[in-house]
């Protein structure tokens, strides 16, 4: 037995027009209309030749005015959306390196501007000479970017203090060792990267190498050199040789007899007498000519053509030169970091002397007392000191696009647009939540807006900038030159 319910009936139905119709509304064309545009304009032939005539000089004057103007020198149509705001791209560190609390001693981009190494290492107090560091590079073009996993990582016996990317081979890396060793490495080699290095012999630095850096070599264009500083008061340039070592080419030494009295030593051995080399910036402009910052607090000129011996000393197999020419008005402490302007103007005066204010004479210097200093290669003075913090100030670079923008590092990185202020920072960008000190800083220069900083909490950031710090304005060389006119008065 069994009970169910009857069968349910269903319908479909839909409504639907299916009746369209077009209308449209367009007036006729007059035949009056077709005709008067057919036919040929009126031109007053005579009248506009008088008016030509009339105004002919008056355009010329304009037009030569024009084209001898530097209103818009610099300046370039930017096609792309304008950006106002800095943003943190990426955020990279090695855990490994973090677990042993290592720092990023220094950061580097690769000839195309799309790889990123850092080097790790300590700068603050302790035993960590033969300490264990890495060299970590990222591809940031690679769609599986692993921001804690770099793409290549190579084990470094003694701490790493500096890099340096080649110029032009995207693959080669320079380094700076805290046992004042160099060593190259190729990055596109996977078993075994070291390729040059210069050995442990008696024209290897003694004391840690702070700075590495590529020199185009005018004989043998297709082999670099490598310049090194280091606290032991030495400048040495290297040469490529075939059995895999860095040879010594030429080299200098700055000693205290050649800086001011206050700074002087007593003593004059080798190893008292020796000035620590913290820092140096080739002009851009010069290639004979260079500035050193030097733990003494002093910023020095020097010339790559000095002639002078520097004291004698046991070993080595180059005579040293002493290259300091003329001596800056100090910082109270250490100066850690220069950088001389990449911008200029060829402006002269009667005599034929650059002018004292041109960019091209500018350089930049920051140290332990917290100060920035704008110099002047031609005068003692700086043309202004900026008191930014009360903490160290470790890394200053020059904008390689806007001649008004500068990038100091301290517990923050801070950008300075003169065009705004000569007193403050126009934005601070908080590096981490534990105000830790920012070592390294270095604009991308294929990719404009990108900077990168190094921490001592072992993490690097890439920073975006907006297009405020990107694009030079039109008048900007001509307001360097007026800030540095008026602060020099």
Known sequence: ????????STAEAAAQSHIAQDAAVQTEQSKDAALDFQQEV???YTGLLSFLQRVEDAVIKELNKNWKSHAFDGFEVNWTDQDETVLCLHTLSYPEAQDQNLQVTSVSWNATG????CSYGRLDDGDWSTERSYVCTWNLDRRALNPQHPDLVVDVPSSVMCLAFHPSQPSLIAGGLFSGELVVWDTSRTEDPVIWRTGMTDDTHTDPVYQVKWLPDTKHRKHGRLLSVATDGKILVWREEQDGRLALAEGFAIVAQQIPRSTRLKKVGWGEAAVGVTSLSFSHFDPDVFVVGVEG???????ATAQAPALPRPGGSALL??????????????????????FHRQQKIKSCFLLPASPRNLFLSCGT???VHLHSMLQTQPLFALQLSKKYLFCVCWSPVRPLLQSVSAGEVHLFDLAR???????SLKQSMSDCPVFCLEFNTKHMRLLAAGDAAGTVKVWQLSSDFTEQGPREMSHLEQLASEIMD
């Not at 037995?1 to 349910?8: D, L, P, V």
């Not at 799309?114 to 190494?117: E, G, L, M, N, R």
């Not at 607090?297 to 010339?303: A, T």
């Open 321 to 342: 030169r002493a290259p300091a020419e003329f001596a800056f008005s100090p910082h109270a402490g250490p100066v850690y970091s220069v950088s001389c302007s990449p």
């Open 1 to 8: 037995k069994a009970c169910q319910t009857g069968k349910i």
């Open 297 to 303: 607090g002093y910023s020095l000129r020097c010339s």
């Open 42 to 44: 009126q031109v007053d």
């Open 369 to 371: 007392d917290g100060q």
């Open 421 to 427: 202020s000569t007193h403050k920072p126009a934005v």
């Open 114 to 117: 799309s790889v990123i190494a």
